[in-house]
């Protein structure tokens, strides 16, 4: 049989909630390289936990979380946002990533996400929670992660950001896991589902519309 790849990370029998409760029970996945993965699920199903589990941001109450060593992973969820510097601007979020590239490098790149001109040296104080989600998106893409974790997304983006950020995700080669109520961008970045519901996490094969 054709080898497996090395998953990139591994839960096996994870339990994970929030003190005495518990949202997800027996819980095994496996990222592996290359895979697209969109989590589906009503509202409090356990979506957002699971990927608080995947980035390492919530420990699990039970079982095993394994991430591979030297894999990199971006994690975007709203409160991501909080992270920004407000006293800096987009350019200079990027010039600190990345201190040897260009400032003409990193203008066309933080262009594509919504940043041209003068926005590139914009302060980040009094942006909207559509312009730091983009550029949290911007800052982690920049940074081509061997996976992504999204969590929301797009919940701030108008259409024009929407389709950049799924241009940027389908340019993307590395692993992914999106959480989404946007059936646009899961149909145009994801191939392969997951249902959270009744604390598991079962393949859907079903029909993204029903
Ligand atoms: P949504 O689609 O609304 O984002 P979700 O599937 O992402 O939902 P979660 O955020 O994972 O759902 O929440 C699952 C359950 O865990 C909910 O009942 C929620 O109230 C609870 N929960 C989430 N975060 C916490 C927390 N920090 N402390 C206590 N309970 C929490
Ligand atoms: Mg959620």
Redesign the pocket.
Known sequence: PAQLPNPLLTLEKVQA???D?I?LRDIKFNLVPGSRIGLL??????????VKLLAGELNAQAGVVALNPGISLGYFAQHQLETLDVQATPLQHLQRLDPIATEQQLRDFIGGFGFSGDAATALVGPMSGGEKARLVLALIVYQKPNMLLLD?PTNHLDSTMREALVYALQDFDGAMVI?S?DRHLLRTTVDEFYL?ANQHVEPFAGDLDA
């Open positions: 909630g929030y003190g409760t949202i699920g009503r509202n409090g199903a356990g979506k957002s936990t699971l929301e959480v109520h959270v």
